[in-house]
């Protein structure tokens, strides 16, 4: 199994400012990735965050409002920058272990006035 | 495309069965999943079926797999008010286990 640490829990940033949430796995983890939950809505991908190169994003998402790292095999950080309120969500980080299983982190709780 | 449905809200009286139903479009999908996600919390994963089994069980929970129809369903028996939440339904789709969610079931039991 795997353990998902996500900093911050929650935040309240102004608009035009940019945040980074930082997820950290227990264990060395194959894949990892980020959703977004808006309110009262389902998940939706985000990207996958790739070790050593640029992360692989879905349609309707791009590098430049949700910049992704992961320097490592266990820590990956997104970014959502020029924040608006619409970007009030919650954001998750997953990760799997070369299994079925998709483990979920407690998510950060962003609202942006 | 990929596209998850869920009935929106479930409402049962404690010590009865739940079933929550989904549908699944993908029929490539080699894995399915419930997740409950309680208040102000992540997201907690129940069970998952591999896409060549029928049924899956694991104490109070049964999921039955139509692959013919896609239609995935989850059995709650005995609910306690422990098991008010939200539950999705997911399917992996492509190569790389991303997972594509339905919008969620809100299970309310009455004491």
Redesign the interface.
């Known amino acids: 199994s795997a353990v998902i640490s996500q900093k911050p829990s929650r935040d309240i940033c102004q608009r035009g400012t940019s945040l980074t949430i930082q997820c950290q796995v227990d264990s060395q983890v194959t ?1 990892m ?1 980020w959703y977004r939950q808006q309110p009262g ?5 985000i990207a ?1 965050a790739n070790q050593g190169s640029e992360a692989t994003y879905e349609s309707g998402f791009v590098i430049d409002k949700f910049p992704i790292s992961r320097p490592n095999l266990t820590f990956s950080t997104l970014t959502v920058s020029n924040m608006s309120p619409e970007d009030s969500s919650i954001y ?1 980080c ?1 990760a ?1 272990t070369g299994t ?8 950060t709780r962003l609202s942006v006035l | 495309g990929e596209d998850v449905e869920q009935s929106l809200f479930l409402s049962v009286r404690e010590g009865d069965s739940s079933v929550i139903n989904c549908t699944y479009t993908d029929s490539s999908s080699t894995y399915l999943y419930w997740y409950k996600q309680e208040p102000g919390a992540g997201l907690q994963l129940l069970t998952y079926i591999f896409s060549n089994m029928d049924m899956k069980q694991d104490q109070r929970l049964t999921v039955l797999l139509n692959k013919k129809d896609k239609h995935l369903s989850l059995r709650i028996a005995d609910t306690q008010t422990g098991d008010s939440a939200i539950y999705f339904c997911a399917e992996t789709i492509g190569e790389g286990n991303k997972l594509v969610f339905g919008a969620g079931t809100i299970l309310r039991v009455k004491s």
């Open positions: 894949m990735f809505q389902s998940l939706t991908l996958t998750l997953s799997t079925p299983i998709q483990y979920f982190g407690a998510g």
